[in-house]
């Protein structure tokens, strides 16, 4: 049987039968090259690991219209496996019993593990206390309402033009209105009254 011997009707089907095939084909083809890593990734155990790496991620923790912390990452990721959301040039605030900001901070890098409810921020860490009381540490660990934040590492507290510490740690109180210092440390006061 030759094609020219063939009506052009059944010359139409056979076209068609023929780019469907190959349409298929492609398709089948496609969806072998797109999936040819899932087998693979079940097989390490992955099945259930979610990773997402995000421009612009929010956190925050509110529970009973009360907000406790918010923290801004202006690039970072999320791992299922661990559920911990690391964050690149981090600001953030933490909020007292009234929803008002009771502490300010920021810093090049942070995290926030979703198990152990507990924020870490390390790498030019600077932080402000709503009584004027700045900070500056190599790394801070927020782990809950009730527990206080820790600062360590080459610790520098000031106070207005009134108070300048140094030390190894700082503790500062759940409240937010006090704070200890550890280790070896430096401590100057300084007297900002005019005298008359």
Same mark, same amino acid.
Request: hydrophobic content about 35%; some cysteine.
């Given at each position: 049987m030759k094609w020219k011997n063939l009506s052009k009707k059944k010359q139409a089907y056979i076209a068609a039968a023929l780019a469907l095939v190959g349409v298929l084909a492609w398709a089948f083809i496609?969806?072998?090259?797109?999936t040819h890593n899932f087998?693979?990734?079940?097989?390490?155990?992955?099945?259930?690991r979610q990773e997402a790496q995000i421009n612009g991620i929010i956190l925050t923790e509110t529970k009973n219209d009360h907000k406790y912390w918010e923290i801004y990452g202006e690039s970072g990721s999320y791992d299922s496996d661990n559920g911990v959301a690391l964050l690149n040039n981090?600001?953030?605030?933490?909020? #007292? +019993?009234?929803n008002e900001v009771s502490m300010s901070f920021e810093s /090049?890098?942070?995290s926030y593990s979703a198990e152990r409810k507990q924020i870490i921020l390390y790498q030019d860490t600077h932080i402000v206390i709503k009584d004027g009381t700045s900070l500056e540490a190599d790394r801070v660990v927020w782990s809950g309402n009730d527990k206080p934040v820790t600062a360590t590492g080459h610790?520098?507290?000031?106070?207005? #033009? +009134?108070?300048l510490a140094?030390?190894?740690?700082?503790?500062? /109180?759940?409240?937010?209105?006090?704070?200890?210092?550890k280790g070896k440390t430096v401590s100057k006061m300084y007297d900002t009254k005019e005298k008359k």
């Open positions: 496609s969806a072998g090259v797109i087998n693979r990734s079940q097989l390490t155990g992955a099945e259930d981090c600001i953030g605030n933490f909020f #007292d +019993e009234n /090049s890098k942070g610790v520098r507290i000031t106070r207005n #033009d +009134e108070f140094t030390a190894e740690t700082v503790e500062i /109180s759940p409240d937010f209105n006090r704070f200890k210092i």
